[in-house]
């Protein structure tokens, strides 16, 4: 995705990602595409660690993909780890314009059920956004890594810091 | 699913007026086994019903109540009863002239069977 499209799209996805936040009741919250650009994000620090989840995100998502390929177990759905404390919730979901990402972290504030439910209401919503109904321009292998962290730029720019 | 959970389920959606009943897992907010109603979706019923049990739970331990039992909403079309405990939980939405005394009886049965 260029970084003209992240800055459009990171804009329409505030609210989305702040209702799914709120009705959630999620701690942490990311999207991001199938190449790991960041596209939203609540509740982290720092540029540092949402590069990281961002990428093992994209990495998870391919695994995942390729995994239910191979045993014919068809698309899958969500990955779900239960700790001690925090919960990890991380699931796909495909627009006309490109797979995304949501990954997203819980305490005993929220279950599974929840954020799922609610997963499923953000998906609807972003897919019922216009700039997601048609592919977007591919970015060229060359200019990849500088449009990879247009994201980062866009949600850790000044006017975005307090979490969304 | 369980001999236990199956016949549970089935006295519990046999009660007349009851159109959908569920045994929730309130830890995960995720339906355990459900006989669903037209319409009705169980993993949506199953995640707020849960979040709703545990923090109505969470505010009556807090006002120094000890843990919650069961609750009931009344709605425009009929009524929706939860019981169980924190880790369970047996859900049903029944019609609004339904024999309420029936039904509350039946989930107490169920809360007990499923312990």
Do not use: C
Not at chain 1, 15 to 30: D, G, H, N, T, W
Not at chain 2, 30 to 45: D, H, K, N, Q, R
């Amino acid at each position: 995705m260029r970084r003209a499209d992240i800055a459009r799209l990171s804009e329409l996805l505030r609210e989305p990602m702040r209702i799914f936040v709120r009705e959630a009741r999620a701690r942490i919250a990311l999207l991001v595409n199938a190449s790991g650009q960041v596209l939203a994000q609540h509740g982290f620090a720092g540029r540092y660690h949402v590069m990281n989840v961002a990428a093992l995100a994209a990495a998870t998502n391919a695994s995942a993909h390729a995994l239910a390929e191979i045993t014919g177990a068809g698309r899958w759905q969500y990955m779900h780890h239960a700790g001690r404390r925090w919960q990890l919730f991380l699931a796909p979901f495909v627009t006309p314009a490109e797979t995304l990402i949501l990954v997203t972290i819980f305490d005993e504030h929220s279950t599974l059920g929840l954020v799922e439910l609610f997963f499923q209401k953000l998906a609807a919503q972003v897919r019922a956004l216009p700039e997601f109904g048609e592919a977007l321009p591919a970015v060229g292998a060359a200019s990849f890594e500088h449009e990879l962290e247009a994201g980062l730029d866009r949600v850790f720019a000044p006017d975005q810091q307090g979490g969304g | 699913m369980s001999d236990v959970v199956a016949s549970t389920l089935d006295r519990l959606s046999h009660v007349p007026g009851v159109r959908s009943a569920l045994i929730v897992d309130a830890e995960a907010g995720v339906p355990v086994a459900s006989e669903l109603g037209t319409g009705a979706s169980g993993t949506a019923m199953a995640a707020l019903t849960a979040s709703l049990f545990r923090r109505t739970d969470q505010a009556v331990r807090e006002a120094a109540l000890g843990g919650l039992g069961s609750f009931q909403l009344e709605t425009e079309e009929g009524h929706v009863l939860v019981a169980g405990r924190p880790e369970l939980i047996v859900v049903v939405v029944a019609d609004r002239d339904a024999q309420l005394g029936l039904i509350r009886l039946e989930m107490d049965r169920a809360v007990e069977a499923l312990q």
